[in-house]
């Protein structure tokens, strides 16, 4: 009785810890996850250079691909933002002319005096960009703050990249040695579930964000290089990325020549992401993540239900390895039955040995 009660409060204290230590405990399986997708190009890069000379290149490449990203999108949002805060007095002024021109319009602007107030309110926009500035600032500063969990993830992957190897070695060889390979395998296995679901995940991204740019270029469709890389980036979420983002694009066709750019748009973004689910997506990681659809749709709904949207990223390569190691335990838990048990030790019959009496 004693020690089940002290069994019960140890594992109580560490529910407790995990939950105080829940968000490095965040960091370093983030920095985990990240160690094991960059390890592929690390280790093709080290069969030439130095490993931490690989480990710098890949940095680099990773922190460069979030800066190109954002320099495509943010300058043209901004422009676009203030040329709309500009032109909104305008837009104002012939809501004004466009109800003057209609009796039933004019007749109800006269009794509550509707495009007054939409003109005054128009005239104080471009002064409320300094609060919008404001604002934008203390979001800046927001991110500058979170700099110091992405160094540390950074700093905790490239300590894994360096040295991970050898921990799981050490750790592996603590084992009985009818269970190393087994151990090995089932790593392995899931390094490659990993890396072969990001590197999957990644050329989907960039075969939607090429295609969405072509298509917008010649649709005519204005700041195409930012919505195709909306359009890749939301590819990456499974199962409603690519959804969300033709909406948003389907809505910004609207502004160019509705309806005949829209229905145009409306027909590819089916026809693709139906070329996309049936064809691209299962050519490319069919030999990656070996997942039931139904383990899927459920693994994308807790993952987005516990972290959001990194954890509807992650979903798929965890229950991937979820399953590997499972499957793995199992095969380990079979292999350490006795074989007395199975009657695999009893000597076979003797033919010449009389046939024994019915009961």
Request: glycine share 6%; hydrophobic share 55%; with cysteine.
């Amino acid at each position: 009785m004693v020690r089940i009660v002290l069994i019960v409060v140890c594992v109580a204290i560490c529910l407790y810890l995990i939950y105080l230590l829940r968000r490095p405990i965040g960091w370093i399986l983030i920095a985990a996850f990240l160690a094991v997708a960059l390890s592929g190009p690390v280790n093709y890069l080290a069969r030439s250079m130095r490993r931490g000379f690989a480990v710098t290149l890949v940095f680099l490449g990773l922190l460069a691909v979030p800066a190109l990203l954002i320099a495509l999108i943010v300058p043209p949002l901004i422009t676009e933002a203030n040329d709309f805060a500009g032109d909104v007095p305008r837009y104002a002024r012939d809501v004004t002319e466009f109800v003057q021109d209609n009796d039933t319009l004019r007749s109800l602007n006269e009794d509550y005096n509707i495009t007054a107030e939409l003109e005054k309110e128009a005239a104080k926009l471009p002064d409320k960009l300094g609060g919008a500035a404001g604002t934008l600032r203390d979001v800046g500063l927001g991110i500058v703050n979170s700099l110091f969990a992405l160094v540390t993830i950074l700093v905790l992957t490239a300590f894994l990249l360096a040295n991970g190897r050898t921990w799981t070695d050490a750790a592996i060889a603590s084992r009985p040695r009818e269970q190393r390979v087994r151990l090995r395998r089932a790593l392995d296995n899931m390094a490659a579930a990993v890396a072969g679901y990001v590197a999957g995940a990644l050329t989907i991204a960039v075969i939607a964000g090429v295609a969405t740019f072509i298509v917008l270029t010649i649709l005519g469709v204005p700041f195409a290089a930012p919505l195709a890389v909306i359009a890749g980036l939301f590819s990456l979420i499974p199962l409603v990325g690519a959804t969300i983002a033709a909406v948003m694009i389907g809505i910004v066709t609207v502004f160019e020549d509705f309806p005949t750019v829209t229905i145009i748009w409306a027909i590819w973004a089916i026809v693709y992401q139906q070329f996309e689910n049936h064809v691209i997506q299962p050519q490319i990681q069919k030999r990656t993540v070996n997942v039931q659809p139904f383990i899927t749709i459920v693994a994308v709904l807790f993952g987005a239900t516990l972290l959001g949207v990194l954890g509807a990223l992650v979903a798929i390569p965890a229950a991937a390895s979820i399953q590997i190691l499972l499957r793995e335990y199992v095969d380990i838990r079979t292999m350490s039955i006795k074989p007395g048990a199975r009657g695999d030790d009893l000597p076979p019959p003797d033919p010449s040995a009389p046939d024994p009496a019915p009961a």
